[in-house]
T-cell receptor, first 113, second 111 residues
Framework: QKEVEQDPGPLSVPEGAIVSLNCTYSNSAFQYFMWYRQYSRKGPELLMY????GNKEDGRFTAQVDKSSKYISLFIRDSQPSDSATYLCAMSDLGGSQGNLIFGKGTKLSVKP | KAGVTQTPRYLIKTRGQQVTLSCSPISGHRSVSWYQQTPGQGLQFLFEYFSETQRNKGNFPGRFSGRQFSNSRSEMNVSTLELGDSALYLC??????????FGNGTRLTVT
């Protein structure tokens, strides 16, 4: 079993839809959880960063962490064609390993006008 | 504020050669990490440097090496290139207890 599992998609939705992206993980030591967005021919761009369990909202994006279920989610409200990209979840444990992130394989999202 | 800068953007090398990739972190960021991204394996951690010292290393062969300079700039080197080394190599920097910020990568093709 891989440490982080993420449905690769592709996921295609109409403009304005609510998108739900998810990752599951197996290592209960993970404490830091991130979502990155990667456009074609670009590096990953940090979208959301959360520590431990709970919700965090930033504009149209909401990140949720459920440590009891080892499950994290990213919700995108009112999705736009510019949201079309690959979304990567990433996580790390405490201490000095925060530069060593464990990534999911990414979910490719396409938002159709 | 300038982001993480990686040079060159594209490289084509022949099997058996060696290659050096360069990374300039965001100003004020002292930690630099390197990742390899391939379609099959996704993003995999190579190593992390802080204050010119390697702090963590991923599960890659010794052909992959790196270093960090006193101005926090970093280089990674791959010797005796193999076809399987073709990938996007990403550099990322961060402040302590902050998340990573990535550059746009160097696309390495080994023929």
């Amino acid at each position: 079993q891989k440490e982080v599992e993420q449905d690769p998609g592709p996921l295609s939705v109409p403009e304005g839809a609510i998108v739900s992206l998810n990752c599951t993980y197996s290592n209960s030591a993970f404490q830091y959880f991130m979502w990155y967005r990667q456009y074609s021919r670009k590096g990953p761009e940090l979208l959301m960063y959360t520590y431990s369990s709970g919700n965090k909202e930033d504009g149209r994006f909401t990140a949720q962490v459920d440590k009891s279920s080892k499950y994290i989610s990213l919700f995108i409200r009112d999705s736009q064609p510019s949201d079309s990209a690959t979304y990567l979840c990433a996580m790390s444990d405490l201490g000095g390993s925060q530069g060593n992130l464990i990534f999911g394989k990414g979910t490719k999202l396409s938002v159709k006008p | 504020k300038a982001g993480v800068t990686q040079t060159p953007r594209y490289l084509i090398k022949t099997r058996g050669q060696q290659v050096t990739l360069s990374c300039s972190p965001i100003s004020g960021h002292r930690s630099v990490s390197w990742y390899q991204q391939t379609p099959g394996q996704g993003l995999q951690f190579l190593f992390e440097y802080f204050s010119e010292t390697q702090r963590n290393k991923g599960n890659f062969p010794g052909r992959f090496s790196g270093r960090q300079f006193s101005n926090s700039r970093s280089e990674m080197n791959v010797s005796t290139l193999e076809l399987g080394d073709s990938a996007l190599y990403l550099c990322a920097s961060r402040r302590d207890n902050s998340p990573l910020h990535f550059g746009n990568g160097t696309r390495l093709t080994v023929t």
